[in-house]
């Protein structure tokens, strides 16, 4: 519900503000790109993988003592992200004095100073899911990502029409709709929290180590996993300082012309929400799946139990994830102008997004892979070499960045993404297999092999049906998309197993 919410959000905001015009939406994306990457962080399995285990230990030996970790780390998450935030809103008023109110700067300044407590909201929200799902309380922690969508929406449909025309206040009332949304976030679990034992208890000495633990463990396992959003979060950064309108110069570097133009930023984050789609249901539901049997296998020194569970998953993400990006990459221009098409949301715009959607498509099997692998490493208790890996494909990522936009403009960002993303994914796997014997190549390369194999022809097929299908209207997008996906499904299926997959049948068959 919250992905189906999520992309008419999306698609809803791409109609209101578009993506060139004047820039006011790249002023948002680039407002709201920090907490949203802080949202990811804490939300989506990172935060957690140091938190949880310590505190579901706790609650099995000493539940008070558990609810105590609780409040503990909430309090010493909202004390740093507070210090942070008034860090941010000091650089922000100092860039209100600085720039006219004519600078892209200045709106952008406006809306970061604006957004910027959804940072401490939005964590602690993830921290108090986080809780709650590991005591097996899952329908108000599912509830959350939906808050922020139906409240965003409700700025759209009800609140915009009503109050103001300017582009430049409807960004303002949608920040205001992501602040109440914050507050509706957290206030929602608090009563789920009260109920299930959770006490507000500042008692630190009682839970001293076990705060270390998660701190120690926290900005490793972090930055380990968020790779791809810390690189969208420099792609943003790069592309808001690097745009402007076409033909104009950048005077702080010497007077050269813009590299990329008005609405890269948000070209980034419209291509970024497309990727995404297929590596949320692959890559981050197997990951989340896979590592507690990994763990499981890790403590019970069960390495070759390991290793076999560890390998069906590298090749499950070869099975899945190579389709899905071919497909992406086939359907790219339709599901874009299905979309986002509407409203002041131009065919140019589509155009630019559609590219960047295409070459985001090559790296979706890394995109999916890269969570299992990092999850692979923690379960055997290695934090330290996904972040090494990490830290030098994200350096890597921002040369790429830099050389990339001079001849390619916004879409050399996407092929850098892609390129850091296939090389972290390459370089983990090659570490697996060697350093710790815990995958065979052969085997994953004869997956791969089919995988590309059955790709091609479902590509071949599908790309048929599209060009004997008419029409470029809304309609011919959805029949296009439709047909494309349920012949591509038939065809890769039926010719990966005739090639010898058994991947699928695998998995379905285990108890």
Same mark, same amino acid.
């Given at each position: 519900?919250?992905?189906?919410?999520?992309?008419?959000?999306?698609?809803?905001?791409?109609a209101?503000?578009?993506?060139?015009?004047?820039?006011?939406?790249?002023?948002?994306?680039?407002?709201?790109?920090?907490?949203d990457?802080?949202?990811?962080?804490?939300?989506?399995?990172?935060?957690?993988?140091?938190?949880?285990?310590?505190?579901?230990?706790?609650?099995?030996?000493?539940?008070?003592?558990?609810?105590?970790?609780?409040?503990?780390?909430?309090?010493?998450?909202?004390?740093?992200?507070?210090?942070? +935030?008034? !860090?941010?809103? /000091? =650089?922000?008023?100092?860039? $209100? %004095?600085?720039? #006219?109110?004519?600078?892209?700067? &200045? *709106?952008?300044?406006?809306?970061?100073?604006?957004?910027?407590?959804?940072?401490i909201?939005?964590?602690?929200?993830?921290?108090?899911?986080?809780?709650?799902q590991?005591?097996?309380?899952?329908?108000?922690a599912?509830?959350?990502?939906?808050?922020?969508?139906? +409240?965003? !929406?409700?700025? /759209? =449909?009800?609140?915009?029409? $009503? %109050?103001?025309? #300017?582009?430049?206040?409807?960004? &303002? *009332?949608?920040?205001?709709?992501?602040l109440?949304?914050?507050?509706?976030?957290?206030?929602?679990?608090i009563?789920?929290?009260?109920?299930?034992?959770?006490?507000?208890?500042?008692?630190?000495?009682?839970?001293?180590?076990?705060?270390?633990?998660?701190?120690?463990?926290?900005?490793p396992?972090?930055?380990?996993?968020?790779?791809?959003?810390?690189?969208?979060?420099?792609?943003?950064?790069?592309?808001?300082?690097?745009?402007?309108?076409?033909?104009?110069?950048?005077?702080?570097?010497?007077?050269?012309?813009?590299?990329?133009?008005?609405?890269?930023?948000?070209?980034?984050?419209?291509?970024?929400?497309?990727?995404?789609?297929?590596?949320?249901?692959?890559?981050?539901a197997?990951?989340?799946?896979?590592?507690?049997?990994?763990?499981t296998?890790?403590?019970?020194?069960?390495?070759?139990?390991?290793?076999?569970?560890?390998?069906?998953?590298?090749?499950?993400?070869f099975?899945?994830?190579?389709?899905?990006?071919?497909?992406?990459?086939?359907?790219?221009?339709?599901?874009?102008?299905?979309?986002?098409?509407?409203?002041?949301?131009?065919h140019a715009?589509?155009?630019?997004?559609?590219?960047?959607?295409?070459?985001?498509?090559?790296?979706?099997?890394?995109?999916?892979?890269?969570?299992?692998?990092?999850?692979?490493?923690?379960a055997?208790?290695?934090?330290?070499?996904?972040?090494?890996?990490?830290?030098?494909?994200?350096?890597?990522?921002?040369?790429?960045?830099?050389?990339?936009?001079?001849?390619?403009?916004?879409?050399?960002?996407?092929?850098?993404?892609?390129?850091?993303?296939?090389?972290?994914?390459?370089?983990?796997?090659?570490?697996?297999?060697?350093?710790?014997?815990?995958?065979r190549?052969?085997?994953?390369?004869?997956?791969?092999?089919?995988?590309?194999?059955?790709t091609?022809?479902?590509?071949?097929?599908?790309?048929?049906?599209m060009?004997?299908?008419?029409?470029?209207?809304?309609m011919?997008?959805?029949?296009?998309?439709?047909?494309?996906?349920?012949?591509?499904?038939?065809?890769?299926?039926?010719?990966?197993?005739?090639?010898?997959?058994?991947?699928?049948?695998t998995?379905?068959?285990?108890?």
């Open positions: 519900m919250s992905r189906v919410l999520g992309m008419l959000r999306d698609s809803m905001t791409a209101m503000l578009g993506m060139s015009a004047g820039g006011v939406m790249d002023a948002f994306v680039f407002a709201f790109r920090l907490p990457v802080a949202r990811r962080m804490f939300g989506e399995g990172s935060f957690s993988i140091s938190f949880i285990p310590v505190f579901a230990k706790l609650r099995n030996t000493a539940p008070t003592r558990a609810w105590q970790l609780v409040s503990v780390v909430l309090f010493w998450v909202f004390l740093l992200l507070t210090a942070f +935030v008034l !860090l941010g809103e /000091i =650089v922000s008023g100092i860039a $209100l %004095l600085y720039f #006219d109110q004519t600078s892209k700067v &200045y *709106l952008a300044a406006h809306l970061i100073s604006l957004l910027l407590p959804y940072l909201l939005i964590s602690m929200t993830a921290i108090a899911a986080a809780t709650l590991t005591i097996g309380h899952f329908s108000i599912a509830a959350v990502p939906i808050i922020l969508n139906v +409240v965003w !929406l409700f700025g /759209i =449909v009800v609140l915009a029409p $009503l %109050l103001t025309d #300017d582009p430049a206040g409807r960004c &303002y *009332l949608l920040a205001a709709c992501v109440v949304a914050g507050v509706l976030q957290f206030a929602i679990q009563p789920a929290l009260y109920y299930c034992g959770w006490r507000f208890n500042l008692n630190f000495s009682e839970v001293t180590k076990e705060v270390k633990t998660v701190g120690k463990n926290a900005i396992t972090m930055l380990g996993l968020m790779t791809t959003q810390l690189n969208l979060l420099v792609s943003s950064m790069v592309a808001w300082l690097l745009a402007g309108p076409e033909g104009t110069a950048i005077q702080w570097l010497g007077g050269i012309e813009h590299p990329l133009h008005t609405g890269a930023v948000s070209a980034i984050y419209f291509s970024e929400r497309l990727f995404e789609f297929p590596q949320g249901l692959i890559g981050m197997l990951a989340t799946a896979i590592y507690p049997l990994l763990n296998h890790a403590v019970r020194k069960n390495f070759k139990a390991f290793a076999d569970d560890f390998s069906l998953a590298i090749r499950l993400q099975v899945l994830g190579i389709p899905a990006g071919a497909g992406l990459m086939l359907i790219s221009y339709r599901i874009t102008h299905l979309l986002y098409q509407r409203g002041v949301f131009t715009d589509t155009t630019r997004t559609a590219d960047m959607v295409f070459w985001f498509g090559t790296g979706v099997w890394a995109f999916c892979m890269i969570p299992v692998l990092v999850r692979a490493f923690y055997i208790g290695d934090i330290r070499t996904p972040l090494r890996v990490s830290m030098s494909c994200c350096l890597l990522h921002f040369f790429l960045c830099l050389t990339l936009i001079i001849p390619f403009r916004e879409v050399g960002i996407a092929m850098a993404t892609s390129i850091s993303a296939i090389l972290q994914a390459a370089t983990l796997m090659a570490v697996s297999a060697y350093s710790y014997k815990l995958l190549l052969e085997p994953l390369t004869i997956c791969a092999a089919r995988a590309i194999a059955a091609t022809v479902m590509i071949l097929s599908s790309g048929l049906m060009k004997i299908i008419p029409g470029n209207d809304s011919a997008d959805l029949i296009h998309i439709v047909s494309a996906a349920s012949v591509g499904v038939i065809v890769y299926g039926m010719t990966y197993k005739v090639l010898g997959g058994n991947e699928m049948s998995i379905m068959k285990k108890k």
